[in-house]
């Protein structure tokens, strides 16, 4: 059985600062894949990332920034300099390689004020 | 090009009655999902289709719940004699399944409502 568990329920920041969110997952799968998408208020659920079980490289994209440690299972996200336009409610997802479903497992969610 | 469409937005249906929520994945992608999201069970998986075959509809919660795909593309999930637990969110993503894409894209939604 897969789990991704989003401890982080709700977070509020004021503009420009940082922001982490945590994602700590379970899989007995040894390939799989990470993701991390974004629910803006309209409900759209939009792909952030990807990131496979085999590259534990971190990666930047803009003000995005995702860290990846196989050791600890976890799949954190950070926001540099938030916006306003950041807030949303952010989702961890895994999704197993083995079968050819690759259904996702999502977490719970961490919604994401971005105060002005 | 156009992304995951579902319809209708929003439907407000009695207890007990039937009721057919419809997908229409991008062109070209042969793997679709349905997801639901409620307040209580968060974004649950429901049912994949590989072309018009649904090889894992582990996630559907009972069987009145069915979904069908025609022609490779467009998904209908029907819902019988719905029940007020049913109200919820039914998302619905597609993806590829050549390449090394592995990402779902999601549509925007059908907002069930079981009065």
């Known amino acids: 059985a897969q789990k991704v568990t989003q401890a982080q329920t709700e977070i509020s920041v004021v503009e420009k600062e940082d922001v982490t969110l945590d994602c700590v997952y379970e899989?007995?799968?040894?390939?799989?894949?990470l993701f991390w998408y974004k629910q803006p208020p309209s409900g759209e659920l939009v792909f952030l990332i990807r990131r496979n079980s085999f590259d534990e490289q971190n990666e930047i994209s803009g003000r995005y920034s995702w860290n990846f440690q196989k050791s600890t299972s976890s799949f954190n996200f950070t926001i540099t300099a938030s916006q306003v336009v950041d807030s949303a409610v952010y989702f961890c997802a895994l999704s197993s390689l083995s079968g050819s479903a690759r259904q996702l497992t999502f977490g719970s969610g961490t919604q994401l004020t971005v105060l002005p | 090009g156009a992304g995951v469409s579902q319809s209708p937005s929003n439907k407000v249906t009695e207890k007990g009655k039937d009721v057919e929520l419809r997908c229409d994945p991008i062109s070209g992608h042969t793997a679709l999902y349905w997801y639901r999201q409620s307040l209580g069970q968060g974004l649950e998986f429901l049912i994949y289709?590989?072309?018009?075959?649904?090889?894992?509809k582990s996630g559907l919660p009972s069987d009145r719940f069915s979904a069908e795909r025609t022609g490779g593309s467009v998904s209908t999930l029907t819902i019988q004699r719905t029940q007020q637990e049913d109200s919820a969110v039914y998302l619905c993503a597609s993806r590829m399944t050549s390449g090394s894409s592995y990402e779902q894209y999601f549509g925007p939604g059908t907002r069930l409502t079981v009065t």
């Open positions: 899989t007995r799968d040894t390939t799989y894949y």
């Open positions: 289709f590989q072309g018009n075959s649904a090889p894992d």
